[in-house]
């Protein structure tokens, strides 16, 4: 690699890749006319169908992974992805590429992206009573991608997530910090902004309308609005992500109750499929506790109760030993206290337990930096960028890791693929400096 004469441009190059990735995300400040899908009147976007998709094909993966990826479980991502399938072909954008999962985080909530990929949490997936209420939460979820609510909001937000995804660099081990994800986050979901509460409104009766058109009872609706205003009082600390992306109220679960008793009050002779939903769901319903064990410990995480929080991790595992989020949960307590190597055996664990998904890899990596063994870090970070490619965090790091190993050529490369993604903070300091001292750049 001869990058002397090179840097700069290809500096300036990434300027240019960036602007062009904000147009593909819809944060030009362009934007057009286009008929709505369930209207059929002018709506203002500032993204086209195709783009759409593009954030999803370039954001879901990352998200998802966040949110622990899917669960180990074919059975209930099917019955999930057939309940969707059922929905969405009765909706007003049919041809999207819808998709569907269940995923390991444990906060309360479910969300979608603008091209109708698909994620439901385990959390609040054991707290539904019947498949009508589930069918009313992808409902919902369905509504925004039909209403084109994120085209009509440009991903602006969304753009400014993907932007800072792993590049910020915190805390000390190793000299330069886990990424910012080997902290808790308490329902992740940070790539997707709020929706404006006549956007959820409208979600709302456009799910309930589709849940109809499906052979749905509608008082599924309410009885899912219900469960969540009732879980806002008990534990606001694991709805906190469900009430920033989609604000709950008394006033929405009454307007669903006014239609459910109204203008769809035939449909409420249909059978709720509750006996489908509890046999399908079973397995995940049979490690309740385990996943409310987890849900303490987060929030206590969240809090920096970091004893109660391990109390509550070593619950769950005594319940479920081979739970990858629990795994995953307990390595992030004990990093926080700096407990690196008994955090490494969980995270290890992790990845056995669960090799295909991405997260636990990464915390292998940050953590035997901590124990100054690049080789084996080095080897997991790289597994990670292999699953979810394109985290400029991750690049940096096997920079490190491959210096640590004495492989200045390849760390260089590594140094100089940071940069191209990012010119500022501390680790690009590092990079520079080092790209710098070993005669790369002058």
Known sequence: MNINDDLAANLQRNRISRRQVLWLLGASALSGCASSPVGGGSILVGMSEEEEKAVDQKVAPQQFSQDLGAVQDAQINQYLTEIGRRLDGKSHRPQMPYSYRVLNANYVNAYTFPGGAMGVT?????????????????????????ARHAAQRQGQAMVASVAATGINIIGSAA????????????????????????NEREADALGQEYMVRAGYPANGMVGLQQLLVNQEKES?????????????????????????EGKYAASNQRDSGRERFMDSTASLRRIKPTIEACQKGEIALSRKDFGKAEGSFRSALAATPRDYAANVLMAKCLSAQDKDAQALEYAQAATKIYPQEAQAQKMVGVLALAQKDPAKAYEHLDRYDRLIPGDAGVTFLKGVSLEGMGRKQDAANQYAAYLRRTQRGKAAEYAYSRLQGWGYVK
């Open 122 to 146: 385990r959390g609040i997936l054991v707290d539904l009573d019947n498949e009508a209420e589930l069918a009313g939460l992808l409902g919902h979820e369905l509504g925004h991608v039909n």
């Open 175 to 198: 000299g330069f910090g886990g990424l910012t994800d080997i902290g808790t986050q308490l329902g992740a979901s940070a790539l997707l902004s709020s929706y404006s509460r006549d």
């Open 236 to 260: 606001p600390g694991m709805l906190q992500t469900m009430f920033s992306t989609h604000p709950m109220s008394s006033e929405r679960r009454d307007t669903a109750r006014q239609m459910a």
